[in-house]
């Protein structure tokens, strides 16, 4: 009985292992049909990837390759005027490097990051698919993809201008945060207004940038019916302007040249429908020993800060660590994405950060009578 029990169970792996061997067979086998918008990067031994682009607070460049997509070399070919020769990646193209290569806002080298974007129709296959060894942060199976058909859609160019003026837009929401946090005074107006000003310009070049003629006849040139367009700048720029927008509107700043118009339909910063019920808190934070409320946009624009708490009552262990009826607590630091997801998730969900702060740097910053006080915490 065992021995026909053994028999069959090893009439059944051997059964699914040829299955699985011929799925995979058929796996690989079979073209994929998909639409491609990225940066062709040359790496080493000139090969040329799909680069991923990514577009954040501070940074600009291309994402990782953990799926790494290749282009034949008549692709590579045809295409050659839009493929991104950047020494770096040459260099970074390893899949645990989250980012190959990006442009930080406080850098003023606009020539060592991908410039030129291209979306495509391709038809590929998997050619390789690794698991990685190694215990890196980053590490994951890499799969690589050879592009063997491919006709392109559209391609767009993000001029040098457009860079540099991303990055004053960025200095200047980083400024903003940073000179919110000071105590309210009429000198901390005048650097808001300057540093918003500095970024409304900033937003106006972006807006005002135009595909070049001669950019538009090299699309034509290598596919007559390929458009040259500006779509991920527009998306990025929005993006931008929304957060640049939510922020002088909290503040009631307005900046002497007036923001760009942009019509993109978007959701509002700020507001966050997939979370029910999350700018009603708990009004006692037993650790401080307050009774507290969230400030209305009246008190937000009277301290131009973007978020806080004012104390409306205070226990004995709060006198006992020093607070105040009337004190305003304000609960984001110097980090602009400390501010961004506070402004995205609602103040219950990072309410409990003032006490996991305080609890770790042993101190609260507060505001008291339009001056910036810092309690120290001893136990």
């Known amino acids: 009985m065992i021995r026909k029990i053994i028999i069959i169970m090893m009439i059944f792996f051997m059964t699914t292992f040829v299955s699985a061997q011929e799925w995979v067979t058929d796996f690989l086998k079979k073209p994929i049909n998909k639409t491609i918008t990225g940066f062709l990067c040359e790496g080493e031994n000139d090969i040329v990837r799909i680069g991923e682009p990514i577009a954040y607070l501070g940074m600009f460049g291309t994402m990782n390759w953990i799926i790494e997509e290749r282009l034949s070399e008549n692709h590579a070919k045809q295409l050659k005027p839009f493929i991104n020769r950047i020494k770096a990646l040459r260099k970074s193209l390893d899949p645990d490097y989250y980012y190959n290569n990006y442009l930080r806002a406080d850098s003023d080298d606009c020539k060592e990051v991908p410039t030129i974007l291209v979306s495509m129709k391709v038809k590929m296959r998997l050619k390789k698919w690794l698991r990685r060894s190694d215990k890196s942060v980053y590490s994951s199976p890499h799969s690589i993809y050879k592009i063997y058909s491919a006709k392109l ?111 993109l339909k978007r959701e509002e910063i700020g507001k966050s429908p997939s979370r029910p019920g999350a700018d009603k808190i708990n009004p006692s934070i037993k650790e401080l020993g307050i009774v507290v409320s969230i400030a209305d946009d009246n008190l937000l624009a009277e301290k131009m800060v973007f978020s806080g708490l004012l104390v409306k009552k205070v226990l004995s262990k709060g006198k006992e660590i020093g607070l105040r009826p009337g004190d305003f607590i304000p609960y984001y630091n110097k980090s602009i994405d400390n501010v961004v997801m506070r402004l995205s998730y609602g103040k219950k969900f990072w309410i409990y950060h003032i006490v996991r702060d305080a609890r770790y740097k042993k101190e609260l910053k507060i505001i008291r009578n339009n001056k910036l006080i810092t309690i120290r915490l001893n136990k």
Do not use: C
Not at 162 to 176: F, G, H, M, T
Not at 205 to 232: C, G, W
Not at 238 to 252: H, T
């Open 153 to 263: 859609i559209n391609a767009e160019l993000l001029s040098e201008t457009w860079l540099k003026a991303w990055r004053r837009l960025d200095q200047s929401l980083r400024e903003i945060v940073a000179i919110s946090l000071k105590e309210p005074t009429e000198e901390k107006r005048e650097k808001l207004a300057r540093a918003i000003e500095k970024g409304s310009k900033a937003l106006n070049i972006m807006y005002n940038q135009k595909v070049s003629k001669r950019f538009r006849d090299l699309v034509h040139k290598i596919e007559p019916k390929a458009e040259a367009v500006r779509t991920f700048q527009k998306d990025k720029m929005d993006w931008w302007g929304r957060l640049f927008e939510k922020f002088i509107n909290i503040l009631r700043i307005k900046p002497e040249t007036p923001i760009p118009a942009y019509k």
